[in-house]
């Protein structure tokens, strides 16, 4: 479950906040008991953002930046999926590949998206926003001339500028469902210390590597 409350909606006063309860859940449900958004998700992730309507009202309206973006869909979404994927969140990898899917990209395409560095089935342009997620993501946006010089050779600035703030933004929200556990990255920790089997006696691990008696 989240790390925070879900937001009940016998409780929720805000009018924008109620528009999306009744639009994804339907206006007979209480998303944070009944789960499940018409797009197949738990849906956590507007109850818990719920909880602030200054920040779920500016979150929403970022995604309304779509409406009047020149930038293509298609190079967007990419940029989105592999921001999710970058930055290691099961949710945003997995909504943005759907949605590449509903805008007719090719399955090829997504399914190399996690090894696109050896995958001859995008263009370059395709190619070097893949590689200017990674600097955005991996290098906090540390960017080589050579890949934006591609950018440059293909969009309008403002094109580039759409697309550094919606890949950045999605790098946020990956970021904040991996930390609140919201939707598909409700899920422990993977990485633990193995604990050794009972009966086991503890031995000096540097010791016996390094030949010592």
Not at 27 to 36: E, I, R, S
Not at 105 to 125: G, M, N, T
Not at 129 to 138: N, P, R
Request: some cysteine; proline content about 6%.
């Amino acid at each position: 479950m989240p790390r925070l409350r879900e937001v009940p909606r016998a409780e929720v006063t805000d009018e924008r906040i109620l528009f999306f309860y009744d639009r994804l859940f339907g206006p007979d449900k209480d998303p944070a008991v009944d789960h499940g958004t018409i797009h197949a998700t738990p849906g956590d992730w507007w109850t818990v953002f719920a909880q602030s309507p200054d920040v779920f009202r500016h979150a929403v309206k970022g995604f309304a930046l779509y409406r009047n973006a020149t930038l293509d869909p298609k190079l967007r979404e990419l940029g989105q999926s592999r921001a999710g994927y970058a930055r290691g969140s099961q949710f945003v990898f997995s909504q943005h590949c759907k949605q590449m899917r509903s805008l007719g990209v090719a399955e090829e395409k997504i399914a190399a998206i996690p090894h696109w560095q050896i995958a001859d089935c995008f263009s370059e342009l395709e190619r070097a926003i893949l590689a200017y997620t990674d600097g955005l993501v991996y290098d906090s946006g540390r960017v080589p001339d050579e890949v934006f010089a591609v950018l440059k050779a293909n969009l309008s600035d403002p094109e580039i500028l759409q697309l550094t703030y919606i890949t950045a933004m999605y790098d946020m929200h990956a970021t904040m469902a991996r930390a609140l556990r919201l939707e598909f990255d409700d899920r422990p920790e993977l990485v633990e210390e193995v604990q050794i089997p009972e009966g086991v006696a503890v031995a000096d691990l540097s010791a016996d590597l390094s030949g010592e008696s």
